[in-house]
């Protein structure tokens, strides 16, 4: 048995509300009182996930241009950002906390999902 267990179809169900909080928590929690770049970074990458998310070849798609295996590769390279963003950009504290979070969810669900073809139709 495979320890990848993340199908393609779990994945889309957990990218339209993971780029909303993206966008969202940060304003909720007060992200970049000290380092703005705190605030920005999240939503905007939240709304980058989100069009990639319309954008992507799997059920939950819109416009369905962008293999899903090219939208897990951007994944895992935003979530390699996040955990090393508090060194990058001086983050501290909460916002440390946020971005480290976030970019260890985001590596563990890409380690765990399944890049199989698409379904036949």
Do not use: C, Q
Request: cysteine-free.
């Amino acid at each position: 048995m495979s320890i990848r267990f993340v199908t393609r179809t779990v994945h889309a169900y957990l990218d339209y509300p993971v780029a909303l909080a993206l966008m969202g928590l940060p304003v909720i929690l007060g992200l970049g009182a000290e380092n703005p770049m705190a605030l920005w970074l999240s939503v905007i990458t939240g709304i980058a996930a989100f069009v990639l998310t319309l954008l992507t070849d799997h059920h939950l798609g819109v416009w369905r241009v962008l293999p899903y295996k090219f939208h897990l590769a951007v994944d895992l390279t935003v979530g390699i950002v996040f955990l090393l963003a508090p060194s990058l950009f001086g983050f501290a504290g909460l916002d440390a906390l946020f971005y480290w979070i976030n970019g260890a969810a985001v590596v563990t669900v890409i380690s765990l999902s399944t890049p199989e073809a698409k379904p036949a139709m």
